[in-house]
């Protein structure tokens, strides 16, 4: 069973969906004036990288992005100082500018429409495409582009020309705020709002109950959906009170214990997520191979709905327990398959080994949740580790040495117990003037606060 919880009541509003308790899907909805994925801007082209066959364009208000040539259409000069429209189809982080298109996408209940393209795609949920496909290419002017999506599968054709002439009015509509600027800027911005998110959920999952923490909220839920079961729960942190705090928390953390014992750790670098499937403490009864078997398998379930929960995307290794059975090797792979068919992301097999090494790709629109919720360690500096207690007491073994030569009077350092254990542990400087300072802190560190000669 399938609920939808919505916490609206604050600034910052969170829509999850739950089955059985578990946490599925989530989004996070906050005020930013950052760019967003979707935001169509009037954009001028600053710089043509020909060996890149790029081109670096100003969005505006200091915000710059990156486009490929080949995704701005014949109808759009391509040259230094042209002017276009370009819509932002994937965030920028802080090595990598916003990555832009000038095929701009508008997006509606039906289907999406494209402008700068030509072609039909259908969603691979709808099982009888070729009706649907004849219909639109007959409605299609050049230029014109549709992804249809899964909720057109019993439409009428009068429904489908309706929402297609919407969209038309929206490009056509922009071209013409566009042709009145004289300089770059936002032309529409993609900013959603709670509702919008909570509309997107309730057709992907079709819960059987809504649950939301704001009466204003609850009544326009009412009025747009007035078959399905609207909650209304008052409580300052609705999230915390049905236990969905301490699963979002725990999408932070590199471990996931699965229930039959068996567990996942996984981690982010700069290139790659890489997920590691571990037997742990499962304690199988058959044979190795059917017991590796077994952990994998089970395990897909989990790894997908971490991927869509901590938002992953581009590729992704995951390292499944090596040792299978051709059989069950094949197994494997049909779960995985079968697995990426329900994502609503694009989600793409690149390979599965023999050893079990599985590459996916995924795309990527937005920041992860890691990205969007987390700075990184101020003392680690992101690496996930600290200096030990004795690399600190070599390092201030050494800077005594220089301090010493001056010949001071007294000395002040503040340091952990571990650390000063470790320094004393060394029988060295054992009468230099150190006036010691004992510091209650769990990280390592050492600082010589005071020298006087």
């Given at each position: ?402 301090i010493m030569q001056g010949e001071p009077n007294s000395i002040q350092i503040i340091t952990t117990e571990d650390v000063l254990d470790a320094f004393l542990d060394l029988n060295t400087f054992n009468h230099a003037p150190i006036d010691w300072e004992v510091a209650d802190e769990r990280i390592p560190f050492y600082q010589i606060a005071r020298v006087e000669n």
């Amino acid at each position: 069973m399938k609920k939808l919880i919505i916490n609206a009541a604050h600034i910052e509003k969170r829509v999850a969906v739950l089955e059985d308790d578990t946490l599925i899907d989530m989004e996070i909805i906050r005020p930013s004036e950052k760019v967003q994925v979707g935001d169509i801007f009037y954009g001028f082209i600053q710089k043509i990288d020909r060996k890149m066959d790029a081109a670096f364009v100003d969005l505006g208000n200091q915000n710059k992005g990156f486009i490929h040539l080949k995704d701005i259409p014949e109808i759009f000069e391509k040259n230094q100082g042209a002017k276009i429209p370009v819509q932002i189809v994937r965030e920028g982080s802080a090595t990598k500018l916003p990555l832009l298109s000038a095929v701009l996408e508008f997006p509606g209940d039906l289907l999406i429409y494209l402008h700068g393209k030509e072609y039909v795609s259908i969603s691979k949920r709808i099982a009888d495409k070729e009706p649907l496909k004849k219909i639109m290419e007959l409605l299609l002017d050049e230029n014109e582009a549709v992804i249809i999506r899964s909720n057109a599968e019993n439409s009428s054709n009068e429904q489908l020309e309706i929402a297609l002439n919407q969209a038309r009015e929206k490009y056509q509509l922009l071209i013409k705020d566009a042709a009145t600027r004289k300089k770059p800027g936002l032309l529409l911005s993609a900013a959603s709002g709670v509702f919008t998110s909570a509309k997107q959920f309730i057709q992907r999952y079709s819960p059987t109950e809504i649950m939301t923490d704001d009466f204003e909220f609850a009544k326009t839920l009412e009025v747009h959906f007035p078959n399905r079961e609207i909650v209304l729960k008052k409580s300052s942190d609705l999230f915390a009170d049905i236990g969905i705090k301490s699963q979002i928390e725990r999408l932070s953390r590199p471990v996931v214990h699965l229930p039959n014992g068996s567990s996942l750790f996984i981690e982010k670098t700069e290139a790659m997520w890489v997920i590691d499937v571990n037997s742990s403490r499962f304690k199988g009864t058959a044979a190795k191979e059917k017991t590796v078997e077994s952990v994998n398998i089970k395990a897909v379930p989990e790894i997908f709905r971490h991927i869509r929960l901590r938002n992953m995307s581009g590729m992704i290794i995951v390292d499944f327990i090596g040792g299978m059975s051709e059989a069950g090797h094949e197994e494997l792979y049909e779960a995985i398959e079968r697995q990426s068919r329900e994502e609503y992301t694009t989600t793409q097999i690149a390979a599965l080994s023999q050893s079990g090494l599985l590459q996916l790709t995924r795309r990527k629109k937005q920041q992860s949740f890691l990205e969007f919720t987390t700075i990184p360690c101020p003392v680690c500096y992101g690496t996930g580790h600290v200096a030990s207690k004795d690399t600190l007491a070599f390092q201030l073994e050494r800077e005594l040495a220089g301090i010493m030569q001056g010949e001071p009077n007294s000395i002040q350092i503040i340091t952990t117990e571990d650390v000063l254990d470790a320094f004393l542990d060394l029988n060295t400087f054992n009468h230099a003037p150190i006036d010691w300072e004992v510091a209650d802190e769990r990280i390592p560190f050492y600082q010589i606060a005071r020298v006087e000669n």
